[in-house]
């Protein structure tokens, strides 16, 4: 019942933006902690922001000043801005509500020339 349904990934060239969204079923967003990870191929997932039910976020070093994590409780939806995008940011970037342990299907971001 509980799903985390996400997209807006794509390929885009370096510099460029995206924005991803992750839709929640059967779950209110707002009312825990939300993160998104990402992994590379032959790399280990690894996080790159969260927000928690408080509206704290962090980010990883690689990401700060470029990626921002947000919320519309009344669309029961998490963001991720991605934007002056490199090439290292190429990922599956994965949504994830680590109160519940559950994932959303991973939405591939690609960046190139």
């Known amino acids: 019942q509980v799903q985390l349904v996400e997209s807006g990934g794509g390929s885009v060239q370096p510099g460029g933006s995206l924005r991803l969204s992750c839709v929640g079923s059967?779950?209110?967003?707002?009312?825990?902690?939300m993160s998104w990870y990402r992994q590379a191929p032959g790399k280990q997932r690894e996080l790159v922001a969260g927000?928690?039910?408080?509206?704290?976020?962090n980010y990883a070093d690689s990401v700060k000043g470029r990626f921002t994590i947000s919320r519309d409780s009344a669309k029961n939806t998490v963001y991720l801005q991605m934007n002056t995008l490199k090439p290292e940011d190429t990922a599956v970037y994965y949504c994830?509500?680590?109160?519940?342990?559950?994932w959303g299907q991973g939405t591939l971001v690609t960046v190139s020339s």
């Open positions: 927000i928690s039910s408080g509206a704290n976020t």
């Open positions: 994830y509500a680590p109160t519940f342990g559950i």
């Open positions: 059967r779950i209110t967003l707002s009312l825990h902690a």
